[in-house]
């Protein structure tokens, strides 16, 4: 980046395709494998800071916020810059965690297909006025159908003539890119996104590629490093040679040091996804080549769920999920206050909180994870603690866990042993996760 903010990755430890780095961003620092926590308001992002002041978890490298949220996420952020009564800058918790972690805002267009966001677009009074008249066509047609299956053609084809018709202006597609960018920059991101289409054919990847193009040459006026992004339709991990063009595009485009992946709704533990785990496996093997091509550049994976545990082994430098790691699904905690499932440090998979009150007891009324959260929860029975509590819980619980299983990675890749990672997985419940890992 010219004149502007720059992202500078440097290579620490290799052991064949796994590897650590020292990133920075500015005067931010992140250590990777890294996690990122997607955040959906300033609620969940106090129980963020909250987790840090209490584990300083060394790998967590920042947030992600979809850009409808950022907004309410982000307000006391964005607040003018307290100062003290001798006029001196003062600073507070919120501006103290930013300067250490880093903050991308997602444009988050794949609920341009998938509806059940869609309505936060309408209620945001940013949203450019192309997604608004797209969303009020979609609901018209949605009136005129009369099946479910007839709408779903009609989606389709909306949705592709809605990237088709952006692609296609120039003019109206820089004010698109440029506009999107802008919104980011306002938040005080550190890596600006493109706002690429969710890829569901051919034509949908060539509409991505251009616009990530676009948005490389317009973040030189922010003066902000952008990212390259590629949102997936899950079904597409299946399309291998659609994935070959995509590992081409990155391998020639030396332009940029960060690539962002995002399988939508992916998960691998399926027993019948064969050769979807088998395409991922190449896709992490194929990056961790790429990185040792170019040690100077980064891959990331969003909304990642049990992938998290495979991902940063091979390929991917960081990785993100929202705050309770499950990302099959969108599941609000404001909207489902009861007692939600906590993700076991040992079988690496979620739980239902009734058996996790039966863990419990049987484990003389502890939990089974040594973090900080967990380790603080002394009732007799889990029972006795209030919904509420108890979510708040398990959301530390999940950061907790996933900054030590970053270190777990790291420490592989440091003592040249990265199978202990293999080994850790072949005991858990997504040990058919194991399989998508290199084997060199």
Not at 351 to 380: A, G, Q, W
């Amino acid at each position: 980046m010219v004149d502007g903010v720059n992202l500078i990755v440097q290579e620490q430890t290799r052991d064949r395709y796994a590897r650590t780095t020292f990133a920075t961003i500015g005067e931010k620092s992140i250590v990777t494998p890294s996690y990122f926590t997607l955040i959906q308001d300033a609620y969940e992002l106090d129980l963020l800071m909250d987790l840090e002041s209490q584990c300083h978890p060394s790998r967590l490298g920042g947030i992600i916020v979809r850009i409808f949220d950022a907004k309410k996420a982000l307000e006391r952020i964005q607040m003018q810059v307290p100062r003290d009564i001798f006029g001196r800058i003062r600073e507070d918790k919120y501006s103290l965690f930013m300067k250490k972690h880093a903050l991308l805002v997602d444009p988050s267009l794949e609920y341009l297909y998938y509806e059940v966001k869609m309505g936060r677009f309408i209620l945001d009074p940013q949203t450019p006025k192309d997604i608004v008249d797209y969303i009020n066509a979609l609901e018209q047609e949605k009136t005129k159908q009369e099946n479910k299956r007839k709408y779903n053609q009609a989606k389709e084809k909306l949705h592709q003539e809605f990237w088709k018709n952006i692609a296609k202006d120039n003019r109206k597609e820089v004010e698109f890119i440029k506009g999107t960018l802008e919104r980011q920059w306002r938040f005080g991101v550190d890596v600006t996104v493109p706002p690429v289409p969710l890829i569901t054919s051919r034509d949908m990847l060539s509409v991505a590629i251009e616009i990530n193009d676009k948005s490389r040459e317009l973040s030189r006026i922010g003066k902000k490093p952008c990212a390259t992004y590629f949102l997936l339709k899950n079904s597409l991990v299946r399309d291998h040679i659609l994935l070959e063009d995509i590992k081409e595009y990155i391998t020639g485009n030396s332009s940029q040091n960060l690539t962002i992946f995002k399988f939508k709704y992916l998960d691998l533990t399926r027993p019948k996804l064969i050769t979807e785990r088998e395409n991922y496996g190449r896709v992490m093997l194929d990056l961790s080549y790429f990185s040792q091509v170019f040690p100077n550049r980064a891959c990331m994976i969003l909304e990642n769920y049990y992938q998290s545990f495979i991902s940063p082994v091979a390929g991917f430098d960081l990785v993100s999920t929202s705050f309770t790691a499950q990302d099959g699904g969108e599941i609000s905690f404001s909207e489902h206050p009861s007692y939600g499932q906590y993700l076991d440090p040992k079988l690496l998979v979620h739980r239902n909180f009734d058996e996790m009150v039966d863990v419990y007891v049987n484990s003389h009324r502890r939990l089974p994870c040594s973090c900080i959260p967990c380790k603080s929860i002394t009732v007799k029975d889990l029972r006795d603690m209030s919904p509420n509590d108890w979510n708040i819980l398990r959301r530390k619980h999940t950061v907790a866990l996933m900054d030590r299983w970053m270190g777990y990675i790291a420490q592989a890749v440091e003592k040249k042993n990265i199978e202990l990672i293999a080994d850790r997985l072949a005991n858990s419940k997504i040990s058919i996760l194991k399989d998508s890992l290199p084997k060199i």
